[in-house]
Each structure stands twice: as structure tokens, then as C-alpha cells.
């Protein structure tokens, strides 16, 4: 079956830091990918997603790219905030259209001044 | 706003006391899931709902059940708690088909 698997955590960077969180996947045909934020206390929200190969997905700086070869998407960000500290979790959509979404673990990020 | 609104936020109860989490959205969403959060184990899917009428066992079905009476609402039902259902729990809604989920905000339940 479809399943996700992120970087454990807790990640913890100065500000300003370059942030990769490393996503891989195992699906089969070509399900659209997401990553979604859980900021403390609060539900998940979409952050970016890319719908096929070689899609490149961006908001607020973050970036994650649709990559077939090594069935990655690792989000990125080039200069991190203290804002930015939340969870940050990666997610398979059902293959062939759908809506289950398949969650990995989560990663936890803190970001410090 | 468009929303997803879940009632309680937060619940302790005792083991075997039913209870019902509440969501709403006001999309007009056709889709609708419940999910639970711990640790760990990031979100697993309990049960969705493709409309009204049409409800379906996720990934962790057991101990749970649903309705989808109204397009709007999808209520979450513990008819015996058991303190391996605490957990934090979250509804979400989409369009059919389209791959993104709406969350609400969470409800945090504590079995004793």
C-alpha cells in the first residue's frame, strides 16, 4: 500500500538557516504529494503541493519538488524564522484521484533566534 | 469564513462513557474524514464519508462510528471509550476529488 516516510525529529535551527525536511514515498502510479503545517495548538494547513513529476510546489518560501527517480518530495526553505516553528508533516494523495490523504510521522521544527 | 469547525475541544471522560465529537463545515464539501493524531504515528484515517449517506472504514475504524445525516456534518461517536482513544482528533473536508484537505482546529481527548 501507499505509505510516507519523513525525518524524524525534533529539528532545530538558528534563524536564517537553510531547512531541508526529507520526504520519500511508496506508491503505486503517480498520487499528487503534499506537505501540510501544524502550528502549535492548531490544525493542519496546506502549505504547497505538486500534482506530477517534476512539479516544483512553493508558498512562503518553502519549496518541494516532485521527483519520480528517488519518489522524493523534501521541502525546503532557504532562510528559516522563528515563525516557521511548527510541525511539518508530508502527504500521499490516493492514487488515481481520490481524497485519502496518507500522512508520514511528522517532523518537528524549532527555529531560534 | 470557510471552515471547519469541531465541538468539543477539549474532553476528559471515563471509560464506557458515550460521547460525540461534532463537526461542521460550511464548503459545501462532499467529502469529509475524521483522523486521529499521536504520537509517533502521525495521522491515521478512522473513518470518511464520500456524501451524504455514503460512509466508509479508514485505516483504524475499530471502537469509532459515524453518520452523515446533512452534507455539512459528520459527527464522530464513541459508544465505549477506552483510554487507548485518547488521542487528539481532527475533521477535515474536501471537494470529491480534489486531493486537498480542509482541517479543523482538533479536539483533545483524555479517556480515564
Known amino acids: 500500500g501507499n505509505s510516507v516516510t519523513q525525518m524524524e525529529g525534533p529539528v532545530t535551527l538558528s534563524e536564517e538557516a537553510f531547512l531541508t525536511i526529507n520526504c520519500t514515498y511508496t506508491?503505486?502510479?503517480?498520487?499528487?504529494l503534499f506537505w501540510y503545517v501544524q502550528y502549535p495548538g492548531e490544525g493542519l494547513q496546506l502549505l504547497l503541493k505538486a500534482t506530477k513529476a517534476d512539479d516544483k510546489g512553493s508558498n512562503k518560501g518553502f519549496e518541494a519538488t516532485y521527483r519520480k527517480e528517488t519518489t522524493s518530495f523534501h521541502l525546503e526553505k532557504g532562510s528559516v524564522q522563528v515563525s516557521d516553528s511548527a510541525v511539518y508533516f508530508c502527504a500521499l494523495g490516493a492514487t488515481g484521484g481520490g481524497n485519502k490523504l496518507t500522512f508520514g510521522t511528522g517532523t518537528q521544527l524549532k527555529v531560534e533566534l | 469564513e470557510a471552515q471547519v469547525t469541531q465541538n468539543p475541544r477539549y474532553l476528559i471522560t471515563v471509560t464506557g462513557k458515550k460521547l460525540t465529537v461534532t463537526c461542521s463545515q460550511n464548503m459545501n464539501h462532499e467529502y469529509m474524514s475524521w483522523y486521529r493524531q499521536d504520537p509517533g504515528l502521525g495521522l491515521r484515517q478512522i473513518y470518511y464519508?464520500?456524501?451524504?449517506?455514503?460512509?466508509d472504514k479508514g485505516d483504524v475504524p475499530e471502537g469509532y462510528k459515524v453518520s452523515r445525516k446533512e452534507k455539512r456534518n459528520f459527527p464522530l461517536i464513541l459508544e465505549s471509550p477506552s483510554p487507548n482513544q485518547t488521542s487528539l482528533y481532527f475533521c477535515a473536508s474536501s471537494r470529491r476529488g480534489a486531493g486537498e484537505l480542509f482541517f479543523g482546529e482538533g479536539s483533545r481527548l483524555t479517556v480515564l
Open positions: 506508491a503505486t502510479g503517480y498520487p499528487s
Open positions: 464519508s464520500m456524501n451524504v449517506e455514503v460512509t
